[in-house]
């Protein structure tokens, strides 16, 4: 029967094997922990869901104080179970992109990018910073 071998020895004679394999082995986990904190820190909310949510007017905000959402894509964030500022806050972009296409193309010209930015302000309170946000948006610049 044919045995493989591994010379794990360097030049000098001293063995070299345990040595690399804790530096691949410590390189792994400081990739594994570099790639966690990215997550946490730029990871934001693309893969976040939020799950639906049934209306009670407590927690039933309008919508349509976000600029670029009128009354039919408020309907259609509400049959996909987005009825509050909070919960739009946290709803992914591309979540919020494939209600739009679902409803059909009269809705392809309307962009969520930042709905999910002026909900927080909205759900935060903070109408003043909210207002002059929109009112950039509103210039089109």
């Known amino acids: 029967m044919l045995k493989l071998a591994i010379n794990t020895t360097a030049c000098d004679g001293s063995d070299v094997f345990w040595p ?3 530096w691949l082995l410590g390189a792994f ?3 594994l922990l570099l790639g966690w904190l990215l997550k946490q820190l730029f990871g934001g909310n693309d893969d976040a869901y939020v799950a639906p949510v049934a209306a009670v007017d407590a927690v039933k905000d ?5 600029e670029g959402i009128g009354p039919k894509i408020n309907d259609l964030l509400n049959n996909d179970g987005i009825w509050s500022f909070k919960q739009l806050s946290l709803a992914a972009t591309t979540r919020l992109q494939k209600v739009l296409d679902a409803a ?5 010209v309307h962009n969520p990018r930042t ?14 910073e909210l207002g002059v946000w929109q009112d950039f948006l509103k210039g089109g610049k």
């Open 104 to 108: 059909g193309p009269a809705y392809t």
């Open 115 to 128: 709905w999910s930015a002026q909900s927080r302000l909205a759900d935060e309170g903070n109408w003043d």
């Open 29 to 31: 986990l400081l990739g």
């Open 20 to 22: 690399w394999l804790m």
């Open 62 to 66: 309008d919508l349509t104080k976000i």
